[in-house]
């Protein structure tokens, strides 16, 4: 009832206003195309990273069909090109809208939080009527959306009504009045349309969010999310603003690089984000209250066998590229004393990169995109344990030790992950 | 490779990457090994998994000499290199396995060598090898011609039932290439399994021979390193860290 | 049949250091560029990464990453005389293969050749007299200078990354760097790479000498570093596996490291990989290539039409491709006449080897250009009044790698191959080897040329090269004058044995001894002369670069990759800046 409430006030909305976009935007609307509302939208889907998701391997961008990993099953993202039939140029602006601001389809179906919703909810409708413009200006290609492959009840998509009841709270982002400009500019994106909580917050047993973690750190289709609160040993403690603005700018900065999911955030959305709107997340990040940080472990003494041996496969596995003393080389191999990701307390990160190798992400400004290769055929359960477990203790770093049973259980869970180009 | 998992998306990945080396492997176009060209735009190629990592090597038992011939290779391998208080012999350190296992690959096929016809023999040694006998048929033809030589020399024995220092001297005559061997000259086998020889107690232990690195203790090699960046600035003082293959070395599982 | 691809704006046959210097250049200019390669795509990551690079059987012996006789060699003979036999195995020099091609495997050492080299008949004619030069000695001016080529060589050392110091900067001397040099616009990029015990001492002794040591440019980055094109190095771990092997840690120049990931990832540029090109297709009027014809895996035949065609293999494949596809006058020794296949050149080389005793210099910690020189007997650094040659050499102690494969032939003079003997000398030898090593030159003669062979096809049916070489005079006085310099200063340097080494009577393919063929395709500026002109535009077809060492009218004292990669970018900045405008001769023969 909420949502049927919800629906029609928007419905309401929309009829009342052009809104104060359209008063900035009609000065521009010559022939039927607003180039100044298309600019801002392209850059918003930019910032939203729509293409990522909504965009198959080695598909066409926009065109859906890249299956999401969720705990419960696989879900395929639908077409956004204007395609009337199989993607949404039949969508009015309000259906588009309702989407973005309330999961719900074209006819008010409910769609699955996969789709981040929870998130869109808080941008504006302004905004959001920029992003269907400029979707509006794609080419419009055929596709039909793959079904889902998920189980029972989960299929029912009336079950999704008893999740956004639960999970699910409607409302654009109200700024905090305290704090300044460029803070809630921060917010706004970050707890918006760049949804970094889809991937940094812990979930639930239903997928919802922890409310008490927001931001904590999450795993996801056997990646870790790092914590992006200021505990300097797990999260962003140890990191300036100027890191963070760097890192989501080139892809890497000092101390570390991005790779895996978050290789594609930098790659197709925030590398190209403004350099004031990356300030503005940075200092939302740096200054926001983070959830309480985990007192951090006794590190595993260097005398204990697991350490010795991990410390032999580093010092003849891994010193060429992140050195002896852990620290890496600035801004091509990352820095894995300090690091956030090395001792979080999810290890998916870790067991994947040392089996499969990744590759950090290639931008403009930093287009080396160095990779570190697979050590599967080279280093078994038991000695990536140990390897891990010296990672995690070794130069000041502290974490729980790795087991090989945990390597082995990540290693029979892991898929491909897209690489970007 | 034993004690490693196998995991068939991984391993479908490491193909892919393979097919690089496999390419060159192939000597005529539409090889068996099903490289294809390909067309690489907009992108730096890459996949989880993606590396060529080296042959496994095939354990126990002999891929390519026979009985006859393995015993003649390790009683040559023994006097190429004799074990003694130094460390152990070239057949203690597997280098008649590791020849084995070559003559069964791609090296012993001549896989990569020019193998087109007119071959001229009695050319310049100048000139570089000229048979049209792959390594594996020079091994072959070779080896039977020194046990017809050391029988009829030698009281009817063969080259692997010579004492020590009876085999030394046939070696040494090899060298200067004086028996006559039909098919395949002494002193190009002799240079041939000399060399193999050193590559097999020289080469990393994956490939059959150097076993515990005994060629790489006795001349203070420390193996598949990558990195003397702690080391340079006192370059002339002992190595600490001990050899390790590529697969690893004991140190690396704990309470080893 | 071969079906037709969608036109380019440029074809290039091989994608290696010069081929993605051109690409990249030209894809910068707007053109629409595909790359032809008939090896396989290969990475750092994924294909030389430090968990399987320190493999010396399957890099350093059987030759991995290098093109297979199989696929395509050479036939070779001393002399017209003599019928050529094929190279059935690498010996003398190991050829590249695949994306990368050479820049791969190489050590690295990223000379600029002397000031005199490019202008060496005028030289030495000025100074000695025409006549003093041996009758059938063929050497040529370059058809550029030192000067012309200076912001090139600056621009690929800032690209590759190059470690050293420099000797000559805009005319003042700098100390510690090579006195005889050009003068350069600037320094180096990266400071030198650190000593090892051998190439300090030899640095050390060759000073007290007289002489002049300094770091030998080194393609092997002593720090980390960015270069022009925002691609990231590593600095150098001294692992020691850089000849013949590929780098895993970024930190040794070469199209992957310093070129291709901004390179591949431009829309308007693309390769094809393991597709072989067969011939240049030319129009009508045979003074214009249309494209190239190659043929793929499955034996498919494909034309890709294109307006500029960039011959960029290895420099005698450059010339064996000229040779199939009609392009130039093939050169014929008996008149003298034809351009193609004319001037050829190689690598001399004059040393001493060294065995000391008591030594500890654990050679493993080595880097490719690893290394300490001296250029006071190299090129006419030194007056050659009545010393019966012309010529010389770089002359070094390096530190590039202590594969224990190829180390196991270290033995004193004398010393067995085998048995109890050999083996208790030889961690001895391991630990107490080195060696005084010239770079020599090559002059080109006469009657030493590259052709068509008449009996040995490759795979396709196509003749191999025919190589007709043999050692003249000049250079064995060259390398034995070399190796006495060498030995002198091995004395000095305390080693136990000095065994002094110059080139033989004849030229054997078996021992390995260099990769720097030059010459057959030379550039200058006589079109009777010379195949390219001083953009390495052939003289015949103007739409054909000739892009390589292929473009050495001869060789000079130092090894070829600096001068290679110059001249690519100084043919790529003729193509953007003159070509395009006006697609014609650049310089009217």
Redesign the interface.
């Known amino acids: 009832m909420t949502r049927a409430l919800s629906l029609k006030t928007i419905a309401l909305g929309l009829a009342l206003t052009g809104g104060s976009t359209a008063a900035l935007s009609t000065v521009a609307l010559a022939d039927g195309q607003d180039f100044v509302t298309i600019e801002k939208g392209q850059y918003l889907a930019t910032a939203g990273d729509c293409i990522s998701c909504h965009t198959a391997p080695g598909g066409k961008p926009f065109a859906g069909g890249r299956g999401i990993m969720t705990p419960f099953g696989v879900i395929y993202t639908p077409n956004i090109t204007p395609d009337r039939e199989t993607g949404i140029g039949a969508w009015t602006a309000d259906q588009f809208v309702a989407s973005m601001q309330h999961g719900v389809g074209k006819d008010g179906e409910l769609l699955y939080p996969a789709f981040p919703y929870p998130f869109y909810t808080k941008v504006k409708r302004d905004d959001l009527v920029a992003i269907k413009a400029y979707l509006d200006t794609l080419d419009p290609v055929r596709s039909e959306a793959k079904p889902n492959g998920l189980p029972f009840p989960l299929n029912i998509r009336t079950a999704l009504m008893g999740w956004n009841m639960l999970f699910f709270t409607p409302g654009e982002f109200k700024p905090d009045p305290a704090k300044s400009e460029e803070f809630n500019r921060g917010a706004y994106l970050v707890e918006g349309l760049a949804h970094c909580g889809a991937c940094h917050t812990p979930k639930n047993m239903l997928g919802g969010d922890k409310s008490d973690k927001v931001l904590a750190g999450g795993v996801l289709d056997e990646w870790t999310a790092p914590n992006l609160g200021g505990d300097l040993r797990t999260g962003l403690g140890g990191w300036s603003t100027a890191d963070i603005v760097e890192y989501l700018k080139t892809g890497r900065n000092a101390k570390s690089a991005a790779s895996g999911p978050m290789a594609e955030v930098v790659y197709y959305s925030t590398q190209h984000m403004t350099d004031a709107d990356l300030k503005a997340m940075a200092v939302y990040l740096k200054e926001r209250a983070p959830s309480p940080a985990v007192p951090a472990p006794k590190p595993v003494p260097a005398e204990d066998p697991v350490m010795k041996a991990g410390l032999a496969v580093y010092q003849d596995n891994c010193s060429a590229c992140h050195v002896s003393n852990g620290q890496g080389i600035a801004r091509l191999f990352p820095d894995l004393k300090g690091s956030a990701v090395v001792q979080a307390d999810e290890v998916e990160t870790l067991v994947r990169i040392v089996v499969q190798g990744t590759r950090a992400a290639a931008t403009k400004t930093a287009p080396t995109g160095p990779g570190m290769p697979a050590f599967d055929w080279k280093l078994n359960d038991v000695q990536t344990a140990a390897l891990l477990t010296y990672i995690r203790n070794a130069w000041g770093n502290a974490a729980a030790p790795v087991t090989a049973d945990q390597v082995k259980s990540i290693r029979g869970r892991l898929t491909d992950t897209a690489a970007t180009p | ?1 034993a ?3 196998n ?1 068939p ?2 391993s479908r ?2 193909l892919l ?1 393979s ?3 496999a ?9 068996a090994r099903g ?20 042959e496994p090597l095939v354990p126990n038992g002999w891929l390519y000499f026979t009985p006859e011939e393995s015993r003649a290779v390790e009683a040559i391998v023994e ?4 074990g ?1 208080d ?2 152990p012999s070239g057949k203690d350190a597997g280098c008649a396995v590791f020849i084995d296992r070559q003559m069964a690959g791609p ?1 012993g096929g001549a ?6 016809p ?1 071959f ?1 023999n009695n ?1 310049s ?6 048979s049209q006998l792959t390594p594996a048929q020079q091994y072959r033809v070779a080896l039977k011609a020194l046990d017809a030589y050391c029988k009829a020399n030698h009281g009817g024995k063969g080259f692997a039932n010579l004492p020590g220092e009876d085999r ?1 001297k046939v ?1 040494a005559a090899m ?1 200067k290439g004086e028996p006559n061997f039909e098919g395949f000259g002494s002193r190009p086998f002799f240079n041939l399994v ?1 060399q193999n ?3 097999g ?4 232990p994956i ?1 059959g021979g150097n076993r515990d690195m005994a ?2 203790k ?16 006192t ?5 600490t ?1 001990p050899p ?1 293959s ?4 004991a ?6 | 049949m071969a079906r037709r691809l969608p036109k380019k704006d440029v074809v290039i046959i091989g994608l290696g250091w010069t081929g993605s210097l051109l690409a990249h250049e030209l894809t910068d200019a707007g053109l629409e560029v595909v790359a032809i390669e008939r090896g396989p795509w290969r990475d750092t990551s994924t294909d030389f990464s430090p968990t399987q690079d320190p493999d010396e059987l399957r890099y350093g012996v059987r030759l991995d990453l290098f093109l297979r006789p199989a696929q395509e060699t050479f036939t070779l003979r001393h002399n017209t005389g003599q019928n050529a036999l094929p190279i059935r195995w690498p010996g003398a020099f190991i050829v590249g293969n695949g994306v990368g091609g050479a820049g791969v495997h190489w050590n690295g050492h990223t000379w600029r050749f002397l000031e005199s080299d490019f202008v060496l008949k005028s030289h030495l004619s000025q100074r000695y007299g025409a006549g003093a030069m041996p009758e059938d000695m063929q050497v040529e001016d370059w058809g550029i200078t030192y000067n012309d080529l200076e912001p090139y060589y600056d621009k690929f050392e800032y690209i590759s990354g190059t470690s050293g110091r420099a000797g000559n900067i805009k005319g003042q001397l700098q100390p510690g760097g090579n006195p005889f040099e050009g003068p350069r616009s600037r320094g180096y990029p990266l400071p030198p790479l650190k000593d090892t015990a051998p190439t300090a001492l030899f640095a050390k002794t060759a000073n007290e000498m007289g002489y002049h040591a300094f770091p030998r440019p080194a393609g092997n980055a002593s720090e980390a570093y960015v270069n022009p094109l925002g691609i990231a190095m590593g600095p150098c771990t001294y692992c020691g596996f850089c000849e013949r092997f590929g780098c895993g840690n970024y930190s040794k120049a070469s199209p992957q490291a310093n070129v291709l990931p901004v390179l591949m990832r431009k829309s308007n540029f693309s390769v094809r990989t393991e597709s072989e090109v067969l011939h240049i297709n030319k129009d009508a009027s045979g003074t214009r290539a249309t494209g190239v014809t190659f043929v793929d895996t499955s034996g498919q035949e494909w034309e890709q039409p294109a307006d500029i065609v960039l011959v960029c293999a290895y420099g005698l494949h450059n010339v064996r491709m000229m040779l199939l596809s009609g392009i130039g006058t093939p050169y014929d020794p008996k008149t003298g006449e034809g351009t193609v296949g004319r001037n050829y050149a190689y690598q001399s080389a004059g040393a001493a080897g060294l065995l000391f005793e008591g030594k500890r210099f654990n050679p493993f910690v080595g880097a490719g250009s690893l290394g300490q020189c001296i250029d006071d007997f190299n090129g006419d650094n030194f007056d050659h009044t009545g010393l019966g040659f012309f010529g010389g050499a770089s002359i070094t102690t390096s530190n590039y790698h202590g594969r224990p494969i190829a180390s196991s032939a270290n033995r004193a003079p004398g010393a067995p191959a085998w048995g109890s003997a050999w083996k208790k000398q030889v961690s001895s030898t391991y630990q107490n080897s080195s060696a005084v090593a010239g770079q020599g030159s090559v002059y080109s003669y006469r009657d030493k040329y590259l052709d068509l062979d008449p009996v040995y096809k490759d795979r396709y049916g196509r003749p191999l090269l025919r190589m007709t070489f043999d050692w003249h005079e000049n250079e064995k006085k060259m390398t034995r004058f070399i190796a006495q310099k060498c030995a002198e200063i091995g004395k000095a340097m305390g080693a136990k044995h000095v065994t002094p080494r110059s080139i033989p009577d004849h030229f054997n393919v078996v021992p390995y001894q260099s990769t720097h063929n030059t010459g057959g395709a030379i550039m200058g500026s006589d079109p009777k002369r010379s195949a390219v002109n001083r953009y390495l535009q052939s003289w015949d077809v103007h739409n054909v670069f000739v892009v390589g060492a292929s473009a050495f009218p001869q060789n000079a004292g130092y090894n070829p990759t600096g001068t290679v990669g110059a001249l690519a970018l100084m043919a790529a900045d003729a193509i953007r800046n003159e070509y395009l405008k006006n697609p014609g001769p650049l310089v009217q023969a």
Do not use: N
């Open positions: 490779m004690g490693l998992p995991d998306l991984i990945r490491t990457a097919t690089a080396a390419a060159l492997v192939g000597a005529t176009f539409g090889s490289v294809k060209a390909r067309m690489l735009s907009g992108e730096v190629p890459w996949a989880p998994g993606m590396a060529t990592p080296p006097r190429l290199i004799p003694d130094l460390g090296y896989e990569r060598l020019y193998m087109r007119p001229v050319a040694p100048l000139f570089g090898p000229q030394d070696l060298e000399l020889t050193m590559e107690f020289f080469a990393d490939y060629g790489w006795l001349i203070g090699f420390p193996g598949a390193r990558y990195d003397y960046r702690d080391f340079i600035d370059v002339t003082e002992p190595y860290l390790v590529l697969m690893g070395r140190g690396w599982t704990p309470g080893r």
